[in-house]
C-alpha cells in the first residue's frame, strides 16, 4: 500500500508491502523515533498503533532541530 | 516516548471525574493527558520554570528571539498567555527562502497574538550569513549565533527590554551539555546556566523553555495551532548536535527521565562547583561600537573588518 505524507513541508510517498498500516510503522519506516516525532491524521495525532489509510490527510512531524 | 495505550484517559480529567482521552504520554512525568490539560501543564512548568530560577516578573519588559520555528514561537505564546509582557525580535538573516518564509510565519503569529515583532535586517546591518560565511573561518552556525546575540542585546537595550528569553529547550541544553562534557570544555560550561544575569551592557538572558523537550514544544505548538517554519535552515545540515540529540533519545526511550536528570543534576551538584572557581572577568566596551567585549574590538566589529578587505 502507498501512503502520502506531508513532512517538513514537503510531499512523499511511503510504499508498504502490507494492507495495515500503522502511524508507528510510518514512523518506523521514516526512520523517526516517537521519542522526538509524531503523526497527525486528518489533523488530530494519531497513537502508535492507530491504523492509517491512503484516503487519510497524514502529516510527519519530527520535532528535532539543528543549529 | 513509549506508547499510549488505546483508551487510556487523560490522568487529570479521570481524577475530575471527567472521561476525555488522552492523546499525549509523557512517560518521565507519568502523566497521559487531553489536548487541553496538555496545554495547561505546559503553560504552568514554563511559569514554574520562571518562578525557579528568578527569571523575570510580570513588571518585566522581555524581548523574545524569535526565529520562526516551534519553540520560539511556543514560547512567545506561552508567556503571552501566562500574563508577561512579552514582544518578539527577529533577525531577518538573509538565507534566501528559509529566512524569507520564517519572518513570513513570524509576522503573522506576532498579528495573530497582537504583540510587535521588531525587525531588523542582517543586511542592512552587516551582510547577510551566506556572505558572513564566505569571510569567516568559523562554521557558520558560530558567526551567525555571534550576531544574533550581538543585536539582540544592542536593541534589547534601544527599544528599552531589560530581559531576552530565547526558546532553547530541554533537548537543546540537554545536547550542548553533552557536547561540552565530552570535550570537558569548562569554559562553556560553567555558562550553561537558564539564567544569565545582567552585568556591563550584557541585557540579562534567560531561557524558560530549558525544561520542555523538543517534542512537548512541537505539540504544543501543534495543539494551539501555531504555524511555525518547519524545514530547516539550509546552514544546519550534519550539525553534531543533531546526532546527539537522537543519540539521547534512544537513551531516553529506554530510560525515561534520563535527559531531565542530566540536566537538572548538572545545575544543582556540578555548576555551583565550576561557578566558585569562575575568576571574574569585566567585560569592556568594544573601541568601534561600544558593546560589551573582553577583547578591544568585538567579534562583530571584526567581521566587519573582514567583510570591508573582502570586497
Ligand atoms: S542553523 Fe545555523 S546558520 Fe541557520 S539560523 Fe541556525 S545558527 Fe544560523
Ligand atoms: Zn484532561
Ligand atoms: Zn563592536
Redesign the interface.
Known amino acids: 500500500m502507498d501512503i502520502e505524507i506531508k513532512y517538513?513541508?514537503?510531499k512523499q510517498v511511503l510504499k508498504f508491502d502490507k494492507e495495515k498500516i500503522t502511524a508507528g510503522d510510518i514512523l518506523k519506516a521514516m526512520g523517526l523515533?516517537?521519542?522526538?516525532?509524531?503523526v497527525?491524521k486528518n489533523g488530530?495525532?494519531a497513537?502508535?498503533?492507530e491504523t492509517v489509510s491512503p484516503q487519510d490527510e497524514i502529516k510527519v512531524?519530527n520535532?528535532?532541530?539543528?543549529? | 516516548?513509549a506508547?499510549?495505550k488505546?483508551g487510556t484517559r487523560c490522568s487529570i480529567c479521570k481524577a475530575k471525574g471527567e472521561k476525555e482521552k488522552a492523546?499525549?504520554f509523557l512517560p518521565h512525568h507519568r502523566l497521559a493527558l487531553c489536548r487541553k490539560h496538555f496545554v495547561s501543564w505546559f503553560e504552568k512548568r514554563v511559569e514554574k520554570t520562571v518562578k525557579e530560577f528568578r527569571m523575570f516578573s510580570k513588571k518585566d519588559r522581555i524581548l523574545v528571539a524569535v526565529s520562526g520555528?516551534?519553540?520560539s514561537l511556543s514560547l512567545w505564546n506561552a508567556l503571552v498567555n501566562l500574563g508577561y509582557q512579552a514582544d518578539g525580535f527577529y533577525i531577518d538573516l538573509g538565507i534566501d527562502q528559509y529566512s524569507q518564509d520564517s519572518k513570513q510565519l513570524a509576522l503573522s503569529f506576532s498579528e495573530k497574538i497582537d504583540r510587535s515583532l521588531h525587525i531588523v535586517s542582517l543586511k542592512e546591518e552587516l551582510a547577510p550569513i551566506p556572505v558572513i560565511d564566505t569571510v569567516s573561518n568559523r562554521p557558520a552556525?558560530s558567526a551567525?549565533g555571534t550576531v544574533k546575540r550581538y543585536y539582540m542585546n544592542r536593541y534589547a537595550k534601544e527599544l528599552g527590554y531589560n530581559i531576552i528569553a530565547t526558546g532553547h529547550n530541554l533537548?537543546d541544553e540537554v545536547a550542548v551539555l553533552f557536547g561540552n562534557t565530552l570535550h570537558w570544555d569548562v569554559n562553556y560550561l560553567k555558562r550553561q546556566y537558564p539564567v544569565l544575569e545582567e552585568e556591563d551592557g550584557f541585557v540579562r538572558k534567560v531561557k524558560p523553555l530549558c525544561k520542555i523537550?523538543?517534542?512537548e514544544?512541537?505539540?504544543y505548538a501543534?495543539f494551539n495551532g501555531i504555524e511555525y517554519i518547519?524545514?530547516?535552515?539550509p546552514?544546519?545540515?550534519g550539525?553534531s548536535?543533531?546526532e546527539y540529540?537522537?543519540l539521547l533519545?534512544?537513551l531516553?526511550?529506554k530510560h525515561p527521565g534520563t535527559k531531565l536528570q542530566f540536566y537538572t543534576n548538572f545545575l544543582k551538584n556540578m555548576y555551583p562547583i565550576l561557578k566558585e572557581h569562575e575568576k571574574k572577568e569585566k567585560p569592556k566596551k568594544c573601541i568601534i561600537c561600544g558593546e560589551p567585549t573582553y577583547a578591544d574590538i568585538c567579534s562583530v566589529c571584526k567581521m566587519r573588518e573582514r567583510l570591508k578587505k573582502a570586497v
Do not use: H, N, W
Open positions: 517538513r513541508g514537503k523515533s516517537p521519542e522526538y516525532a509524531f497527525v488530530e495525532i497513537q502508535e498503533d512531524v520535532a528535532i532541530s539543528g543549529g | 516516548m506508547k499510549l488505546k492523546v499525549v520555528g516551534k519553540d552556525c551567525c533537548d523537550t523538543e517534542k514544544s512541537a505539540l501543534f518547519e524545514y530547516e535552515c546552514f544546519s545540515e550539525a548536535s543533531i540529540k537522537e533519545s534512544r531516553e526511550e
